[in-house]
């Protein structure tokens, strides 16, 4: 694969961002398609687990089944497999899919474009565990994200929990977005129905100016 220049990643990751205002959502798969299978045009690939979900998940979780919202580049999702979970892991962006299949062969994760607004029938009420990184705030306010953020509880089996990772809005920060940071009245808020497990702000040690979180529910019955 050719090697690209600094400035090329750029411009190719703010051609793709250009689109965002018309369209929100479908700019990922153009970034994707646009990548041609170079991980390092996609800013959030990290080729490898997420360890405060996995670090999260082997305190807090029993195996069963899992569902990765948003999976990117699939990481996340083997990294559940691995550790026992029966895992379906899905993103809007189809030659996102794609390359998770490519890069995963003999995963047995279930890898399927869909849309967190229009979830699968047979997944309400199906999840032990449903994990949300870089989604929901990847998603523009004014209704869209309001959307997605009710659909993700219902998809929750009884006494299922919810981990959502993501950038923490405490009216401080400024940034160009996507992504746009999350508050936390407005986490709570949504998932008012669940149980709060836990609410946690931290920062990456290698970008200690951003703020996070780590947040989780359960669907106790
Ligand atoms: C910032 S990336 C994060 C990817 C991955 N979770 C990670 O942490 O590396 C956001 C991902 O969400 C996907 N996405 C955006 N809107 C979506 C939607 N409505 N339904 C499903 N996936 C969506 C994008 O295609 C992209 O892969």
Request: with cysteine; net charge negative; aromatic share 10%.
């Amino acid at each position: 694969m050719k090697k690209i220049s600094e400035s090329e990643r750029e411009d190719i990751i703010s051609r793709a961002k250009s689109a965002v205002n018309d369209e929100p959502i479908e700019w990922f798969d153009q970034l994707y398609g646009m990548a041609n299978r170079d991980p390092a045009i996609i800013p959030w690939a990290r080729m490898a687990p997420n360890q405060i979900m996995m670090n999260w998940v082997e305190e807090n979780c029993s195996l069963g089944n899992a569902l990765v919202i948003g999976c990117g580049l699939g990481d996340d999702a083997v990294g559940l497999e691995n550790i026992g979970f029966s895992v379906t892991a899905f993103d809007i962006s189809e030659h996102c899919v794609d390359w998770c299949k490519e890069r995963f062969p003999n995963s047995k994760v279930e890898w399927l474009v869909g849309d967190i607004l229009d979830p699968k029938q047979e997944w309400y009420g199906n999840f032990d565990l449903i994990v949300e990184i870089h989604i929901l705030q990847a998603i523009p306010d004014g209704g869209i994200r309001e959307k997605a953020a009710e659909q993700m509880p219902k998809l929750l089996a009884d006494n299922g929990k919810m981990l959502c990772i993501g950038r923490l809005d405490d009216g401080r920060q400024t940034i160009q977005p996507p992504p746009w940071p999350l508050k936390q009245t407005w986490l709570n808020d949504s998932f008012a129905m669940l149980e709060s497990l836990e609410f946690t702000p931290f920062r990456n040690d290698d970008s200690l100016d951003v703020l996070r979180y780590y947040a989780a529910w359960q669907n106790k019955v």
